[in-house]
T-cell receptor
């Protein structure tokens, strides 16, 4: 069945460091791919998405590119801030309006 | 903006109590979902609904039921709460395949069952 695997955390970085959170997926067909973010005490917010191969989603300095050849959707940011500390979820939707989530990666940014 | 409201942010209940968690949306979306979130397990789908009076089981429906009498409201019911149902519960609405299946979430209800 469909699944999402993302790197385990926690990930701890210093402010202004480069961030990569790896995500790979298994799916039949052509899923849409998402990154959601959850700040402390809140629900999930959509961070970015891509709906077809080679699409790049971007928002708030974060980017991820839909790579069908490697079945990956890695999240990157060039210079992280303390305010980026949160849990990040990679996810896919495979056409029936349900979303399959990865287990989440907790990110800590140190000032 | 899409707005999803959950009736409580925090709840404390006793084992055996009947618990109602409510989710309300302010738009006319058909698809609504209930998840629970636990450390190390991510989000797991409990139930979902594609329209009024319709419901479908998700991956972990045991111990839960749902009700959707009106389009804007989707309720999750714990018939007899147990300690292993202590969790964060998240409601979401789905905007359909025209936007790639994007879902929008409420703020969550953190439930403690004693």
């Amino acid at each position: 069945g469909n699944s999402v695997t993302q790197m385990e955390g926690p990930v701890t970085l210093s402010e202004e460091a480069f961030l990569t959170i790896n995500c790979t997926y298994t799916a039949t067909g052509y899923p849409s791919l998402f990154w959601y973010v959850q700040y402390p005490g809140e629900g999930l917010q959509l961070l970015l998405k891509a709906t077809k191969a080679d699409d790049k989603g971007s928002n708030k300095g974060f980017e991820a590119t839909y790579r069908k050849e490697t079945t990956s959707f890695h999240l990157e940011k060039g210079s992280v801030q303390v305010s980026d500390s949160a849990v990040y979820f990679c996810a896919l939707s495979d056409g029936d309006d349900k979303i399959i989530f990865g287990k989440g990666t907790r990110l800590h940014i140190l000032p | 903006d899409v707005k999803v409201t959950q009736s409580s942010r925090y709840l404390v209940k006793r084992t055996g109590e009947k618990v109602f968690l409510e989710c309300v949306q302010d738009m006319d979306h058909e698809n609504m979902f209930w998840y629970r979130q636990d450390p190390g397990l991510g989000l797991r789908l409990i139930y979902f609904s594609y329209d009024v009076k319709m419901k479908e089981k998700g991956d972990i429906p045991e111990g839960y039921s749902v009700s959707r009498e009106k389009k804007e409201r989707f309720s999750l019911i714990l018939e007899s709460a147990s300690t292993n149902q202590t969790s964060m519960y998240l409601c979401a609405i789905g905007l359909g395949q025209q936007v790639g299946g994007t879902q929008y979430f409420g703020p969550g209800t953190r439930l403690l069952v004693l």
